[in-house]
């Protein structure tokens, strides 16, 4: 059985934890507002993947997911729209992505399980991938190869797959994995052998793709059917961290460090220090920063990042929005969003490439748009 590894304070001293006096460095302005209907819109996101589309983000909630475009006067332009077959369905996640040839890909999954490619060029269904047991909680894409996604389910796994072959490669599953639903997951920004899972079992685990990857690469020249292919079951994850106390709803890295949250007020800075080589068990985990979000104690709810991990926005049951810059040590609040329009838990954030836009994806069925205001420039 792998040894679970409680956390240390950071570097032999106490974590840094941030303030809520906002610095008002950057400010913002409410500056579009768009209804999506009665259904809770639970996932929005830029797509990071292709500068031509830098500021087109897309939403999901219901059986529909929505692509938009923000335009310069505050607007926001519906390009396209994908309403399931299924009435019952309900999207929890997307996430961009791109076949062989660059084709932009949008991938959304929820309630029913099912996954589904969309072409953004063709505004078809191109692929629908089945697999996992139960609905699924999120679904992140490989920053190095786009045409991997990695799931995370209701199932108690998370399984890799390949979008242009259909494929699922890897499934991480069994005797050292979670031991309830799996709410979030995300690929390692540049060690592409790496994976972060965290979920109701109130752990983070670390997991090595290493010795798998001959798979990976079988994957994208695989001819037989998909369900012939021999998908592999990762089962012993290198670290299982208990950081929080709680369900675990959203993990990150940051670098070779991980920002995890929970249902406790607040998002948590750490370091595990791993080998893939090592013994499942055997690394160690500092704690280093915590930032605090007020009123953010229930689950199922998303930070996020501008593309160059500067700026980190969470939103909380209230409809208020914490931009925290996360590499500053202690961490520095930033702003704190709020508008009378805006009071239903926001359920994800998203944050433009430069930082300059905000969007935030509510329960009642909202989306909203929040600009950098100007700044007049200081006297000499």
């Known amino acids: 059985m792998a040894r679970v590894v409680f956390p240390k304070k ?14 008002g460095q950057r400010e913002y302005k409410l500056r579009g507002k768009r209804n999506e209907g009665k259904c809770p819109v639970y996932a929005i996101g830029f797509n990071f993947l292709d500068a ?4 087109v983000f897309a939403t999901c909630g219901g059986n529909r997911v929505t692509t938009y475009r923000g335009l310069p006067d ?16 309900s999207y929890y996640t997307l996430s961009w992505a791109a076949d062989l040839d660059g084709t932009p890909l949008l991938v959304a999954a929820g309630m029913n399980g099912i996954i589904r490619i969309i072409n953004c060029a063709t505004e078809k269904i191109s692929k629908s991938l089945v697999g996992h047991g139960n609905s699924i909680n999120e679904i992140r894409t490989q920053p190095l190869k786009p045409s991997l996604i990695i799931t995370a389910s209701k199932d108690e796994s998370a399984r ?6 259909g494929i699922c490669i890897l499934i991480f599953a069994g005797e050292a994995a979670h031991l309830h639903e799996v ?16 979920g109701m079992d109130n752990t983070v685990k670390i997991w090595s793709m290493k010795e798998f990857w001959p798979y990976v690469d079988k994957s994208f020249t695989w001819t037989d059917l998909p369900s012939k292919f021999p998908t592999k079951y990762v089962q012993f994850p290198l670290i299982t961290a208990v950081v929080h106390t709680n369900y675990v709803d959203c993990t990150r890295w940051l670098g070779d460090f991980i920002l995890s949250k929970s249902v406790d007020n607040e998002i948590v800075l750490w370091e595990p220090k791993t080998k893939d080589d090592q013994n499942p068990g055997e690394g160690s985990i ?3 920063q915590k930032y605090p979000v007020p009123a953010c104690d229930i689950w199922f709810m998303k930070f996020s990042f501008d593309f160059h991990f500067n700026q980190l926005a969470i939103g909380n049951r209230e409809g208020k929005i914490y931009v925290w810059e996360v590499q500053a040590s202690p961490p520095v609040l930033i702003t704190r969003l709020s508008n009378p329009q805006c009071k239903s838990p926001i359920r994800q954030t998203a944050v433009s490439f430069d930082g300059s836009m905000i969007l ?21």
Not at 52 to 55: F, G, M, S, T, V
Not at 74 to 89: F, H, I, Q, R, S
Not at 160 to 165: F, G, P, R, S, Y
Request: aromatic share 8%; net charge negative.
């Open 10 to 23: 950071g570097l032999g001293h106490e974590a840094a934890v941030g303030s809520l006096t906002p610095s």
């Open 52 to 55: 031509r589309y830098h500021n």
């Open 74 to 89: 505050g607007k926001l332009a519906v390009l396209e729209a994908y309403v399931d077959e299924d009435k019952e369905e």
């Open 160 to 165: 890799l797959w390949n979008i242009h072959t």
């Open 183 to 198: 709410l979030s997951v995300d690929f390692h920004p540049y060690d592409i052998h790496r994976i972060a899972t965290c």
């Open 286 to 288: 500092d704690v280093l």
């Open 360 to 380: 935030a994806c509510c329960e009642d069925g909202n989306i909203y748009r929040w600009d950098e205001v100007d700044q007049p420039a200081a006297e000499s």
